[in-house]
């Protein structure tokens, strides 16, 4: 899958923002399942459809819409998985029609109702944002900014993370030089990068800290993200010293840059002795807390 700061020029957490926003307007009202395999988060449709229209047949609701919706060609609901959830009523597991968030989106937008509206004045904001930010990528970064701060983060930390994202692009220049052009590539090479210099591959990392959708590197500690920025500047040194053409020579830069960073966390934690790589991430109070030195 590919990595959250693989290969942008402008970091857009749109997925991440949208599950907050979701979650925001639902609660705990629509059941909802995190699929480890496909990274995604996939919400009942019929809790959604109960929750938007106070429908007293629900299930009989969703069958209307989705015949609907398919006779308008609409692929949302073709390629809707069903997974087992937990009935509310007798507390059984029961196959359920799913989506994802964007899946979710487009099947609101057919929802005739007052409760979806506020839903479709926001799609219709966000993408006017997102409009903007094409005409003019620096707006991109001050909405960034703006998130980072009201989840509470620094002016430190902020300044902090610009510059690794500096880092990453020139990272990213690199392997786009050696002829990296996938997003598949990208990943594997992100992947590759932080399991050399941590231990963890990104999968396991995240799921060590807890996270879902949730950017990696916005739930590093201080000396995480230096290290992983040792890494990633190494990397990109010995990329640009040693012009690697093609993925099996860029991954061995890769390899190299990460090991240097690796070396450094091992033989630090050696003098500490305990590890550096933490479980905390930022709904912790005490990272935030560390970022505010």
């Known amino acids: 899958m590919y990595d959250e700061d693989a290969n942008t020029t402008v970091p857009v957490e749109a997925e991440s923002e949208n599950n907050e926003e979701l979650e925001f307007f639902f609660d705990d009202k629509v059941r ?5 395999q496909k990274e995604e988060w996939y919400f ?5 459809c109960q929750v938007l229209t106070d429908t007293p047949n629900p299930n009989n609701y969703w069958k209307v819409l ?13 390629n809707c998985n069903q997974l087992k959830m937990k009935s509310p009523k007798d507390g059984k597991m029961y196959k359920t029609d799913c989506a994802t968030t964007e899946q979710l989106l487009r099947i609101i937008q057919s929802i005739p109702s007052k409760k979806a509206e ?18 003019d990528p620096e707006l991109a970064f001050e909405r960034m900014i703006r998130t980072y701060r009201q989840k509470g983060y620094s002016e430190k930390w902020i300044e902090r993370r610009l510059e690794a994202i500096d880092h990453r692009k ?7 030089e050696a002829g990296i052009k996938s997003g598949k590539h990208y990943a594997m090479l992100t992947d590759t990068l932080t399991h050399e210099w941590s ?9 060590f800290k807890n996270l879902h959708k949730e950017n990696l590197r916005d739930n590093m500690t201080d000396i995480e993200l230096a290290l992983n920025q040792l890494a990633e500047i190494s990397a990109t040194l010995i ?11 860029t991954r061995k830069t890769v390899v190299e840059g990460g090991s240097i960073a690796g070396n450094a966390r091992k033989e630090l934690e050696g003098k500490l002795g305990h590890s550096v790589i933490s479980p905390l991430n930022a709904s912790d109070p005490a990272l935030l807390d560390n970022n505010e030195e």
């Open 32 to 36: 909802k399942v995190w699929h480890k």
């Open 44 to 48: 009942s449709i019929v809790d959604v």
């Open 66 to 78: 989705k015949n609907r919706l398919k006779s308008e060609g609409n692929e949302s609901v073709t």
């Open 118 to 135: 506020p839903f479709k004045l926001w799609l219709a904001e966000v993408g006017k944002e997102r409009l903007d930010e094409i005409a």
């Open 170 to 176: 020139k990272l990213t220049a690199a392997w786009d």
């Open 199 to 207: 231990g963890k591959h990104v999968k396991d990392y995240k799921a």
């Open 239 to 249: 990329a640009n010293s040693q012009k690697p053409n093609g993925f099996a020579e």
